[in-house]
């Protein structure tokens, strides 16, 4: 276990905002994939 | 045995089994995924020279990988339905698409957000980064094209030109760091030397990767589903589906 706390975690060694940015654009974009996915599955049933 | 693989080729065939295999390859996608970022968050050492700065690492790469893949996968189906007329194959390429555009896109993002704390800019006009962007173009030009043209069979044909002309740009990414003098790093996984990280890093990226894979394949199938129903609209197996659903 490389944190102390939560926030050194968050900090990320005072890269916070370009390791979350990566990582939240990322899940960000496979969040919207997979509901545009659920969307026209239910658009095809109708 | 040949003769039962080649019945999946068949789009009335591939639903059922396209949505039983759906599943399987989520939930393997969901584990691969929590135990990667696991790895990569809390086991993964600092890197001595780029600090928690190089966790982008377990992101970028992966997905830089499968945006390459997929568009070779992608271009082998609609190769593949150029040349046999088969009817799910260039259903199979359209499904691929918007998830090679996607890891594309992940990797350029990924890619900018290291490079500014590394190199000092988002953005340099250097040979590896350009060909990538190009990748999204193609990516991006492919579905364009195909959504253009209104009858199907002829979307598929103009699709798998673009596709099958576009797979040179692959390699020229892949080798773009040998070929001309980049600011972007070599190659830190190779099959043929031993990996220049250490191991846990190696396996955080790994996870990832195969996480990407499997996530991959399921929205893939998940969406030649959608494809197949809307196609075959008129079939009276879809009927009998829509009937029952």
């Not at chain 2, 996608?29 to 890197?47: E, I, K, R, S, W």
Request: charged fraction near 10%; glycine fraction near 8%.
């Amino acid at each position: 276990m490389n944190w102390g706390s939560l926030d050194s975690f968050l900090a990320m060694g005072g890269y916070g905002f370009y390791v979350w940015g990566s990582y939240g654009v990322t899940a960000l974009c496979i969040v919207l994939e997979i509901l545009s996915l659920n969307t026209s599955k239910g658009n095809s049933k109708t | 045995m040949t003769s039962d693989l080649f019945r999946f080729a068949a789009p009335q065939a591939f639903f059922p089994l396209a949505g039983k295999l759906i599943p399987w390859f989520s939930v393997l996608a969901g584990v691969l995924m929590l135990a990667g970022l696991y790895v990569a968050l809390f086991v993964a050492p600092t890197d001595h020279q780029q600090g928690e700065a190089y966790r982008i690492i377990f992101i970028h790469v992966p997905a830089a990988w499968m945006s390459m893949f997929l568009y070779v996968v992608m271009a082998g189906w609609a190769g593949i339905g150029l040349a046999l007329n088969t009817r799910l194959s260039g259903m199979m390429a359209s499904a691929i698409a918007p998830t090679g555009a996607m890891f594309t896109f992940v990797a350029l993002w990924t890619g900018a957000l290291w490079g500014r704390p590394t190199w000092g800019a988002y953005w340099v006009w250097d040979a590896r980064l350009t060909s990538e962007l190009v990748l999204l173009f193609l990516y991006l030009g492919f579905i364009a094209l195909k959504s253009a043209i209104p009858d199907p069979v002829r979307a598929d044909r103009a699709g798998a030109i673009l596709a099958l002309v576009g797979v040179v740009n692959v390699p020229i990414i892949y080798f773009s760091v040998q070929w001309w003098n980049t600011l972007h790093q070599g190659a830190s996984v190779s099959l043929t030397r031993a990996p220049s990280m250490a191991s846990t890093m190696l396996l955080g990226m790994l996870l990832l990767a195969f996480a990407a894979w499997m996530y991959s394949i399921a929205t893939a199938l998940s969406r030649v589903r959608s494809i197949i129903l809307e196609r075959e609209r008129d079939a009276e197996w879809v009927r009998m589906q829509r009937a029952a659903a």
